[in-house]
């Protein structure tokens, strides 16, 4: 089992920037594609983006592509997600999660652990 622990969430204006941590602790971080999802108030959690388990592909919704950056560092079991030029509508809880069987996926179906969140909070 492993644990995840998201951090870096906060209130930013539209156009802002911020950097979202994920902290795995309880496995070998290398063995799960990590990925990041998000659910605004009254809506479903939804894909955000993914990064295998080597860090070589990654994977974005097309809403964030070219805005969102995910990343991984080994020496500190951590994923990130770098969020450029917010929206209002992405105004959202974010988590982080893991999938043990090593395929990255786009639904919630697709990963086996899950962090608490954290709010991102975009104002316009």
């Known amino acids: 089992q492993v644990q995840l622990v998201e951090s870096g969430g906060g209130l930013v204006q539209a156009g802002g920037s911020l950097r979202l941590s994920c902290a795995a602790a309880?496995?070998?971080?290398?063995?799960?594609?990590m990925g990041w999802f998000r659910q605004a108030p009254g809506k479903e959690r939804e894909f955000v983006a993914a990064i295998s388990r080597g860090g070589g592909n990654t994977y974005y919704a097309d809403t964030v592509k070219g805005r969102f950056t995910i990343s991984r560092d080994y020496a500190k079991s951590t994923v990130y997600l770098q969020m450029n030029s917010l929206k209002a509508e992405e105004t959202a809880v974010y988590y982080c999660?893991?999938?043990?069987?090593?395929?990255?996926?786009?639904?919630?179906?697709?990963?086996?652990?899950w962090g608490q969140g954290t709010q991102v909070t975009v104002s316009s």
């Open positions: 999660a893991a999938d043990r069987r090593g395929v990255p996926g786009r639904t919630i179906l697709d990963y086996d652990y």
């Open positions: 309880g496995r070998t971080f290398s063995n799960y594609v």
